[in-house]
């Protein structure tokens, strides 16, 4: 991970439009994975911005990773700016270096949201889990996009109410640790449509915590429980399903 500051210099004092330009921009450019919106800091004065932005490799912020959404609200922006926007190296940052891949070496992806970074890709590389940043993936249709944004707002709602552990823990954990939960039912659903577009297998990530994960695959019955030292403790390839062993295994 890396920190840069970009500066937007405006031709003249920020109006409502232009900040909200502005706010589009970088919008895009963290619904883009270019930048990390949970770190981002703004300051400036009536005529500057300077936003401090932690990026997930050193070239995120190179044109070539823009989408189609970068680009028009980019080109929106400029006509505000007096100059190009400077794009100035702050430093390196490891909080979650190892949260990170590029997803090269990946001959299947598992969707699984990271803990911390909620509008992050939970698309992971099936080679060593890292979180793969959306320009690093092949363009997802509209539909689809819908379709995952839809389970993972539900999913993060139940893993909050879970790690808050009072009123709602248990029913949340039987949301996230049941294969047939319309939670878990839904993100298979949505696997099913990224393998489409990724164009490789998407495994689905079953978390649990209390108990003991099902000794046979939760949904085809077959052995599913992998090797020691295998990326993770249970593998489904029939049901495209993943899990690790809970604390108590
Ligand atoms: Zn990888
Ligand atoms: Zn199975």
Not at 46 to 56: A, S
Not at 217 to 239: A, M, N, R, T, V
Request: glycine share 6%.
């Amino acid at each position: 991970m890396y920190v840069y500051d970009l500066r937007f210099q405006f031709k003249k004092e920020i109006t409502d439009d232009a900040d909200y330009l502005f706010y589009g921009y970088l919008c895009s450019l963290s619904g883009n994975n270019q930048i990390i919106f949970e770190t981002m800091n703004i300051s400036g004065t009536d005529r500057n911005r300077i936003v401090r932005v932690t990026v997930p490799y050193v070239d995120s912020l190179d044109e070539e990773n823009n989408d189609k959404r970068v680009n028009d609200s980019l080109e929106k922006l400029l006509p505000y700016l007096s100059e190009p926007i400077a794009i100035e190296p702050v430093g390196e940052d490891s909080t979650y270096k190892d949260d990170f891949a590029t997803g090269k070496e990946a001959e299947s992806y598992v969707l699984c949201i990271h803990p911390n970074l909620r509008d992050f890709s939970p698309i992971r590389c099936g080679h060593c889990r890292g979180n793969i940043p959306y320009y690093l993936l092949p363009p997802l249709s509209k539909e689809t996009i819908k379709e995952l944004t839809s389970w993972e707002t539900s999913y993060a709602a139940y893993d909050r109410l879970f790690y808050a552990t009072g009123i709602g823990e248990i029913s949340a954990h039987k949301m996230l640790s049941n294969m047939s939960s319309r939670l878990n039912q839904k993100g298979l659903s949505v696997c099913r449509l990224l393998e489409k577009e990724l164009g490789k297998p998407v495994y689905y990530y079953l978390y649990r915590f209390y108990g003991k994960q099902p000794a046979k695959c939760p949904l085809c019955g077959g052995e599913w429980k992998l090797q020691e030292h295998s990326l993770f403790d249970y593998k489904c390839d029939k049901c495209r399903i993943v899990a690790d062993c809970t604390v108590n295994e």
